[in-house]
């Protein structure tokens, strides 16, 4: 059986040869992170992405203590489509327990993965979150584990994933080229934090695909606003909310706006947006839409720039301490 698909702006990712659709599914909502997600939600919502264009889908058994990995397997099972119609990245190291990157638990991490899955490899394979281990354990064992793994056919391809930007550089530059395929960053790639810009030009040097994740600053561009766990300021936090605000009183969604922000810089391979129900991924794959016929509502984005301009590239500590 196959499902209509409606076609979506797919861009190549780096040197990897896959081309992921503009969009990406960010999985974490279906573990129930940003509020409950009933099964069947979840799995019309994988269908409904998969519909309309949305070839890339990105998970972690970190998210909601592995049910996000399950709730994905089912949802990409129900599909009934050739494994090669869809790209699937999954993460190791971080889990609800806590972080462990040692070779060891990433080469266990992996196959409990793909059962959750209900795969026989991912796509793409990040090491979660490096800044909570030592990056050098991540470069000098981490790392060469995944690429055992990758020679294995478990994973296509090698990642890493994390907040602050310097991690990327430091890890990049300690690996032989071709080593880590793509990095996933996020929180800095939308209107309130752009930073992600400056690293491009490097990682495109390096042939290193770029996704980055997390247009709505973890849910703060919403407007119902952020998870009570959210770790910005409260400076921020506000600021946000007035955005938001700001949007609403113009019969605009901030939503919108933030997803087609990130969208609109094409050296970004995919932005991964959190979806949790059907009307979201509509709504969201309605603003790529509306971004290649129309282009961006550019009054109402310096407006909000306006807003946002006290805390803008505004982030928060991440991870331990190196030395
Ligand atoms: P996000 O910025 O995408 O925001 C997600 C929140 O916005 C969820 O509550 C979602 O339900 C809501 N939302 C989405 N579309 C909406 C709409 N149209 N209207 C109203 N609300 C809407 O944040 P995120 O989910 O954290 O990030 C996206 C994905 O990127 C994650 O699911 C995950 O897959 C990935 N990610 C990875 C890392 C990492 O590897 N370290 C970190 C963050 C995110």
């Known amino acids: 059986m196959s499902i209509p698909q409606a076609k979506m702006e797919l861009r190549p990712l780096g040197n990897t040869g896959l081309k992921v659709s503009s969009i990406g599914f960010g999985a974490s909502p279906l573990g129930s992170v940003f509020g ?8 019309a919502t994988v269908r409904e992405a998969f519909r309309q264009g949305i070839n890339f889908f990105d998970t972690s058994p970190y998210y909601g203590g592995t049910l996000s990995e399950k709730m994905l397997g089912k949802g990409l099972k129900a599909l009934q489509v050739p494994r090669s119609d869809y790209i699937v990245a999954t993460k190791c190291g971080r889990y609800e327990e806590g972080f462990d990157f040692s070779a060891e638990r990433v080469t266990k991490s992996i196959d409990e993965s793909l ?15 490096i800044e909570f281990g030592s990056l050098d354990q991540i ?27 310097d991690i990327f550089t430091y ?14 960053s996020y929180c800095h790639y939308g209107v309130n934090d752009s930073t992600l810009v400056d690293l491009v030009p490097y990682l495109k040097g390096k042939g ?6 997390s247009p709505l600053a973890m849910g ?66 309605a603003a790529v839409k509306e971004l290649e016929d129309l282009g961006m509502d550019q009054e ?24």
């Open 220 to 285: 703060l561009l919403t407007e119902q606003g952020g998870p009570e766990w959210h770790p910005a300021s409260p400076e921020l936090k506000t600021a946000c909310k007035a955005a938001a605000a700001h949007c609403k009183s113009k019969g605009k969604k901030i939503t919108k706006l933030a997803l087609q922000y990130s969208l609109a810089n094409k050296e970004i391979s995919s932005v991964l947006v959190g979806m949790s129900s059907v009307s979201q991924v509509e709504e969201n794959v």
């Open 300 to 323: 109402t984005l310096s407006e909000v720039e306006a807003i946002l301009e006290p805390v803008k590239n505004q982030t928060w500590p991440s991870g331990v301490d190196q030395k």
């Open 208 to 213: 290193v695909g770029v996704i980055s994740a």
């Open 139 to 165: 470069v000098s064992e981490t790392i060469p584990a995944l690429q055992k793994l990758k020679q294995d056919g478990k994973t296509r391809f090698i990642g890493i994933t994390g907040l602050p930007l």
């Open 115 to 129: 059962e959750r899955l209900q795969l026989d490899y991912v796509d793409i394979l990040h090491c979660h979150d």
């Open 36 to 43: 409950p997600v009933a099964e069947v939600d979840a799995v």
């Open 171 to 184: 890890v990049l530059d300690r690996v032989p080229p071709g080593t880590v395929d793509v990095i996933l």
